[in-house]
């Protein structure tokens, strides 16, 4: 948390509200909002567009974490909330709504920084494994469509496995354009003559 970060704290108490945003300064010269009412969270993340959402809740039901994870935009932001007690199964709801940091035993003013200093480091974490896992599945869909236009070119022109991939590969250089895009085009080509 070195470089100034926008935050958004949920806390209807005034005067907990207050400790917390003295807490969170002392962390660093950060641009702290107060939000009250939870109701308007998702319309105050649309204006702010915060770095981190810090959501203090004493008892929180399965239904307000997931409402919460959802207005705060957990898959957008780091998501740091702090309860006064939880179980397994909260535990459990926090993390898959997008969670970054869940504390239990509430908010002490000692524990911000680092706690937030642990959200955002997984926040990043989650949302590289994210881009990668992104990256690996379009990768692996235009694999199957690579393989599917070989397959229908080794058919159609009697063609070995290689002599097939060299066909695609200069099909898609002449053209310019990529091989994945040539392979659609040819597995599309053949669905509609079927």
Do not use: C, W
């Amino acid at each position: 948390m070195d470089s100034p970060l926008a935050i958004i704290v949920v806390e209807p108490d005034r005067d907990r509200a207050l400790a917390i945003v003295d807490a969170i300064r002392l962390a660093g010269e950060h641009r702290v909002s107060v939000l009250a009412d939870p109701a308007g969270l998702a319309r105050r993340v649309a204006e702010i567009r915060p770095d981190l959402v810090l959501i203090d809740i004493s008892n929180p039901s399965r239904d307000s974490l997931e409402e919460l994870a959802l207005a705060s935009g957990s898959r957008d932001r780091a998501v740091a909330m702090f309860v006064d007690q939880s179980d397994s199964g909260l535990t459990r709801a926090a993390i898959e709504a997008g969670i970054s940091a869940y504390v239990v035993d509430g908010l002490r003013p000692e524990r911000i920084r680092p706690v937030l200093d642990a959200a955002i480091a997984r926040f990043h974490m989650v949302s590289r494994i994210r881009t990668e896992l992104a990256a690996t599945k379009a990768a692996l869909e235009e694999r199957k469509v690579i393989d599917r236009a070989k397959g229908l070119v080794m058919r159609a022109k009697g063609l070995g496995e290689e002599q097939a991939y060299s066909l695609l590969r200069k099909a898609a250089m002449d053209q310019g354009k990529r091989l994945s895009e040539v392979a659609q085009a040819i597995v599309m080509a053949h669905e509609v003559l079927k």
